[in-house]
């Protein structure tokens, strides 16, 4: 029996998934927060989902270990897209890409053209290319969590990092400076997936792309 694998991050990006899973009726035997599989069979004996971080989503569809992933925009762009087909922006788990300094730092004099700054981030091509477009030289110190403490402890003067509610930084007595970019998430295709297993992977393609026109447009 020919089959499909979806790769996909437990949390925000799992749960809003459901919804849309729900309309190809594809529902998960089980919930990866509760449950030590990392791989997920459904109710549809030709569909399962590989549970992976979020980061190597984009590694796992472009090397054929899975035939589509759900992968959000920050990641594909430090991944680089290569090999992946991108039909879809899901509109979930939206967030944005922000640059933020500690409360009463001078983010316009740092920032001058010809200036250097310190960023602590996990966005490092990201980063360097709005730093450089800014004509600002960047340099980047690559941490994985836990970024707001940077500043904090003299590590660097901003961060870059993913911003929804801003709880966290007002938290930690950090001000958001400037908006990157604004993020979602992506349906992402394996390019070889596409043609062999079309049968399989257009119709859910499909599915998702009408139930995504029917929805406004929050």
Same mark, same amino acid.
């Given at each position: 029996?020919?089959?499909?694998? $979806? ?46 971080? !979020? ?39 939206? @967030?944005?890409? @922000? ?50 403490? !940077? ?6 003067? !901003? ?11 007002? !938290? ?23 043609? $062999? ?6 119709? $859910? ?14």
């Amino acid at each position: 029996m020919e089959r499909i694998t $979806l790769a996909l991050s437990k949390g925000r990006i799992f749960t809003e998934t459901l919804p849309l899973l729900a309309t190809t009726d594809i529902v998960p035997q089980d919930d990866p927060e509760t449950s030590r599989r990392l791989i997920l069979e459904t109710n549809r004996p030709e569909v399962r989902l590989l549970i992976v971080r !979020a980061t190597d989503v984009p590694t796992y569809v472009q090397y054929g270990a899975a035939d589509l992933g759900i992968a959000g925009r920050d990641v594909l762009l430090e991944h680089g897209g290569q090999g992946l087909y991108q039909p879809l922006d899901l509109r979930i788990a939206r @967030c944005r890409l @922000c640059v933020a300094v500690p409360e009463g730092f001078d983010y316009g004099a740092a920032v001058q053209l010809g200036s250097r700054i310190r960023v602590a981030t996990k966005y490092l091509k990201t980063a360097k290319a709005h730093f450089a477009a800014k004509g600002v030289h960047v340099d980047l110190i690559k941490l994985y969590g836990s970024m707001e403490l !940077a500043p904090l402890v003299g590590l660097a003067d !901003a961060i870059v990092d993913l911003v929804s509610s801003g709880n966290t930084l007002r !938290a930690n007595h950090l001000v958001e400076v400037e908006e990157i970019m604004s993020i979602s998430s992506r349906l992402i295709v394996n390019q070889a997936a596409l043609k $062999l297993k079309r049968t399989l992977v257009q119709p $859910l393609i499909d599915t998702f792309a009408e139930t995504l026109h029917d929805q406004p447009d929050a």
